[in-house]
């Protein structure tokens, strides 16, 4: 279980995989290689001591990839060299991420991050690349948010989404 987590195969038939107390997301060929390495234990981002865990991580289409880290209270991007290139805190959302699980990028540039142990409250929220929140979302009778997937945006299907 704290292995890794919410792996996910790539247009490129490898295999992208978060490895929690690893503190990395690895990108795997189909046969089991590691191609790359993506560390998000950085000095930059609090190292070690913040427990920057990866739990998703998605390859945007720039190449990037968008990494929630749980513990660690944020939403980070990487750039294909695992240099960040942007962050979310709860220093940016005012203490809104808890736990954050899940994220995805719309196609509007803006990302929402869903928080899982948000078991009242706020349990997403949608920032703008300039990190500032869009909406928020309150499910006071649910549990908190442990992944999702946002299919369309105002009537219109998000890219890469299998719907017509």
Not at 138 to 164: R, S, W, Y
Request: net charge neutral; proline share 6%; with cysteine.
């Amino acid at each position: 279980h704290m292995q890794t987590r919410m792996a996910r195969q790539l247009r490129n038939g490898n295999y992208l995989v978060p490895h929690l107390l690893a503190f990395s997301v690895k990108e795997y060929s189909p046969d089991g290689k590691v191609l790359r390495t993506i560390k998000t234990d950085l000095a930059s981002i609090g190292g070690s001591p913040a427990e920057n865990w990866p739990f998703t991580a998605i390859r945007l289409d720039n190449g990037n990839t968008l990494v929630s880290l749980t513990h660690g209270n944020k939403a980070v991007e990487f750039n294909p060299n695992g240099e960040l290139v942007w962050q979310v805190t709860n220093d940016d959302g005012g203490g809104l991420f808890k736990d954050p699980c899940g994220s995805q990028r719309l196609a509007n540039g803006n990302t929402v991050v869903g928080s899982h142990a948000a078991n009242t409250g706020i349990s997403m929220v949608e920032v703008t690349p300039e990190k500032k929140i869009v909406w928020t979302s309150d499910h006071p009778l649910a549990a908190g948010v442990h992944h999702f997937q946002i299919l369309t945006t105002n009537g219109k299907v998000e890219p890469g989404m299998p719907l017509k």
